[in-house]
Structure formats: C-alpha cells, structure tokens
C-alpha cells in the first residue's frame, strides 16, 4: 500500500511515527500585503529546519501539513524541506471553512466543479508541480453551513475517486457528528475520515459520541492554552479505557511559522528577544511539546508506553492504509 508524501510515493509501512496535523507555514489570506509581515524564503525554510530537525530526533519519521490551500499552502516549501531534513511530509489539497478562508470565487461552484479541482491535484499534482496531495482537508465552522457542505459533499466524491483519506478542523469543538452525518450521507466509510481538533471540546460525552461515530478522533491541538493539557490528558485516558484506542489521533496543530495574529501571548514583548527565540525554535512553541510534555501526562496517569505510541504509530499507518479498526 502506497502514499503519497511530497516527495512521491512511499510504502505505508515507512510512516513509522507520524504527527497527523502540523504545520509548517500559514498565513490568514490578505497577510502578504502587510509590509511588517514580510519574511524570507530562506529564514522560513531555516525555522522549518531547526523545528522538523527536532523532531526527527525525537524518533518522528512523517509530519502530516494539512495546510488549507488559501492559508498559503507553499508545497514547494514542504519538498525543500522534507528534502533537506529527511523527514515524509504530506501535504492535502481542500480548503478552509467560511469566515476566515473559502474564496469568494469558489463558493458558488458545484460538487462537482469542486471535487473535479481536488482530483485533478491529487492524480496530477498542485499547481504545475508533480506535488501531489496524500489526503483531503475539510473545514466546517461550529455550525456546518449549507456551503461548506458542499464542500465536503465535494471533498467526498475526491475521496471516492482517488481513495485518499479525509481530515478536517472543527470550529470550537463543534460540528463533528455533523460532519460525521455529512459524510456518512455521500457514502464515506467512517474510517476514511479524522474529526480533527476534538480536544477543543473538554466534554467527554462530546468525544464518546464522535469515538461512536467510528472515526477517527483528532486530539490534534494539545498544549493549546483551552482546554489545559491536563484535561486533554484526562479525556485520551478515558477513551482508551474505553476501548477507543485505535481510533485517538494525537498532534500540536503548532507551525513553524504564522503570518497572522497569534491566539497565543508572546512570552516577551521585546522585538529583538522574541526574533532570538523564533530562530532558536522556541516560539511560537515547538511542536516538540506532544513528545516531551504531553506523554508524561499520559503515563502519569497510567498508560504504558505501547499504549501512547501506538496512538502516532499504529493509528496514522491503518488511516493512510485505509484499513478498518
Ligand atoms: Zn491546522
């Protein structure tokens, strides 16, 4: 079984341990015309370096950029850098839920029109490059709209044509049986699909009720300031005591780099400190933090490590593989 990194094709057995969603760069649409907002290729693909480099010492073998292809989608950027560091990298094609993303020009196209441009990335790469996408990224707001149903109606006929799988945002911790419903109705199998950022939502009878759905459950944004890790933590334990195991998916949703307002406070306001430690990989947070500060809250609270490695080991390859549970 193969799939698609930014790189060409691998093996799925080659994945090993995977982050599922991360990011190596984005921008919220418009951020390139803010004069202050201008960076180089070559001190972002440095950023990109120092952070990936640390992962890969961390045992981490494929970084998974679902990045939305109106947030600045660079797949040139992700080849340059799984090239230099030796690390898969897999991009999708998709985009962003209305409000901050969904271009104007795109939302009054048809299922149709929209799958046909998904495909055509997936079977003949992005944008006149050979670069081609590994899955499809759907986005909803709290609330699914009527126009970011097509999009997934869309997102769903791209899947049944060319077999990548489907992985999403989530608004708030909202929408996710929504989105399940969605797919479900255009014939999608439930474990083609990642509910992504369900650790938005503290409730666990929210993700019992995804687990139950029979898709994957993304704890995709862990060391975000809401809900606290220790939250997080409490609520994976539940669901693998639980039986759900196979079907948690573990990631920072951290990037590299951002050009847009960060959600997050720096930890300095003097520009020069907070450069320093932008170039030393230490802001905006590395995605280094599932690894070294999140696992030992799992294990602290009783989960062997077989247990939590298999949650970015054995779970991303039976994803990509298409397997069933
Ligand atoms: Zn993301």
């Known amino acids: 079984m193969q799939v698609m990194t930014v790189l060409g094709s691998v093996d799925v057995s080659t994945l090993g341990r995977t982050l599922i969603h991360e990011h190596l760069f984005a921008k919220w649409p418009g951020a390139e015309f803010f004069p202050p907002m201008k960076i180089t290729r070559e001190w972002l693909l440095q950023q990109c370096y120092v952070r990936?480099?640390?992962?890969?010492?961390q045992g981490v073998r494929t970084f998974?950029?679902?990045?939305?292809?109106?947030?600045?989608?660079?797949v040139t950027l992700m080849a340059e850098v799984s090239r230099k560091v030796g690390m898969n990298i897999i991009c999708t094609t998709g985009f962003y839920h209305e409000g901050p993303g969904l271009p104007y020009f795109w939302r009054p196209m048809t299922a149709r029109q929209i799958a046909d441009f998904y495909i055509g990335e997936i079977v003949n790469g992005v944008d006149g490059t050979d670069i081609r996408p590994g899955a499809i990224k759907c986005a909803t707001s709290a609330e699914p709209t009527e126009t970011e149903a097509k999009f997934l109606e869309a997102a769903s006929i791209a899947h049944h044509e060319t077999g990548v799988p489907l992985i999403t945002h989530t608004t708030g911790g909202l929408g996710g049986p929504e989105q399940q419903a969605i797919f479900a109705s255009h014939g999608v199998k439930p474990h083609r699909c990642l509910i992504g950022h369900c650790s938005d939502n503290p409730d666990p009878a929210y993700h019992q009720r995804v687990a139950e759905?029979?898709?994957y459950i993304g704890f995709d944004r862990l060391g975000f300031e809401y809900p606290s890790p220790e939250t997080s933590a409490d609520n994976v334990v539940r669901l693998v005591r639980n039986g759900y195991r196979p079907q948690v998916m573990l990631s920072t949703d951290r990037l590299c780099v951002f050009q847009g307002q960060m959600s997050r406070k720096p930890p300095t306001d003097d520009p020069y400190e907070l450069k320093a430690l932008m170039e030393q990989g230490k802001w905006p947070p590395p995605q280094t933090f599932l690894i070294d500060e999140?696992?030992?809250?799992?294990?602290?609270?009783?989960?062997?490590?077989?247990?939590?490695?298999?949650?970015?080991?054995?779970?991303p390859t039976r994803y990509f593989a298409g397997e069933p549970f």
């Open 64 to 74: 998974v950029d679902p990045c939305p292809i109106e947030l600045g989608r660079d």
């Open 213 to 215: 759905g029979g898709t």
């Open 52 to 57: 990936l480099g640390a992962l890969k010492d």
């Open 294 to 315: 999140f696992f030992p809250l799992l294990r602290e609270r009783g989960l062997s490590d077989s247990e939590i490695f298999a949650m970015i080991e054995e779970n």
